[in-house]
T-cell receptor
Framework: GDSVTQMEGPVTLSEEACLTI???????????LFWYVQYPGEGLQLLLK?????DKGSNKGFEATYRKETTSFHLEKGSVQVSDSAVYFC????????????FGQGTTLQVKP | DSGVTQTPKHLITATGQRVTLRCSPRSGDLSVYWYQQSLDQGLQFLIQ???????AKGNILERFSAQQFPDLHSELNLSSLELGDSALYFC????????????FGPGTRLTVT
């Protein structure tokens, strides 16, 4: 079945460092891809999305490009802030078109001042 | 604030008991999804309703059931509770059946003692 694999965390960076969180997927169709962020004690917030190959999603300085040839959707940010500390989830829409999202295990990011 | 509300925020109950979790979707959203987040299983899709009808089922136990009411709010019923049911339960909503964007509530933390 469809699945998402994320790099294991935690990832610890200093403020203003560059961030990359790897995400690869397995899907039988052409899913939409998403990054969600979960701040401590809160629910998931949609960070960005891409619905077809070569689409680039971006929001709040974060970017991710839908790469069909490598089945990847890596999350990047050029300069992280302490406030970016959170858990990041990569997800895809199930190819059976039922509406459900399949999530990766999540990657914890800790940014130190 | 995503616009999705969930009650209660916390729930502590004993094994064998039954609880009901409630979710109100964003205004205008017809789809409601339920997810379970636990340390060992990560984020797992449970069930989806669209405009009052069940649309998709995931890894939902037979002891669990859900429904969506005419006013589009949804309830997740968990019965014969076991210690392993302790988790965060999230509700999400989207405009249509397809999951291009799902908006998550703050979650209900269930602790079974």
């Amino acid at each position: 079945g469809d699945s998402v694999t994320q790099m294991e965390g935690p990832v610890t960076l200093s403020e203003e460092a560059c961030l990359t969180i790897n995400c690869t997927y397995t899907a039988t169709g052409y899913p939409s891809l998403f990054w969600y962020v979960q701040y401590p004690g809160e629910g998931l917030q949609l960070l960005l999305k891409a619905t077809k190959a070569d689409d680039k999603g971006s929001n709040k300085g974060f970017e991710a490009t839908y790469r069909k040839e490598t089945t990847s959707f890596h999350l990047e940010k050029g300069s992280v802030q302490v406030s970016d500390s959170a858990v990041y989830f990569c997800a895809l829409s199930d190819s059976s078109n039922t509406g459900k999202l399949i999530f990766g295990q999540g990657t914890t990011l800790q940014v130190k001042p | 604030d995503s616009g999705v509300t969930q009650t209660p925020k916390h729930l502590i109950t004993a094994t064998g008991q039954r609880v009901t979790l409630r979710c109100s979707p964003r205004s205008g959203d017809l789809s409601v999804y339920w997810y379970q987040q636990s340390l060992d299983q990560g984020l797992q899709f449970l069930i989806q309703y669209y405009n009052g009808e069940e649309r998709a089922k995931g890894n939902i136990l037979e002891r669990f059931s859900a429904q969506q009411f005419p006013d589009l709010h949804s309830e997740l019923n968990l019965s014969s509770l076991e210690l392993g049911d302790s988790a965060l339960y999230f509700c999400a909503s989207s405009r249509l059946a397809e999951p291009y964007e799902q908006y998550f509530g703050p979650g209900t933390r269930l602790t079974v003692t």
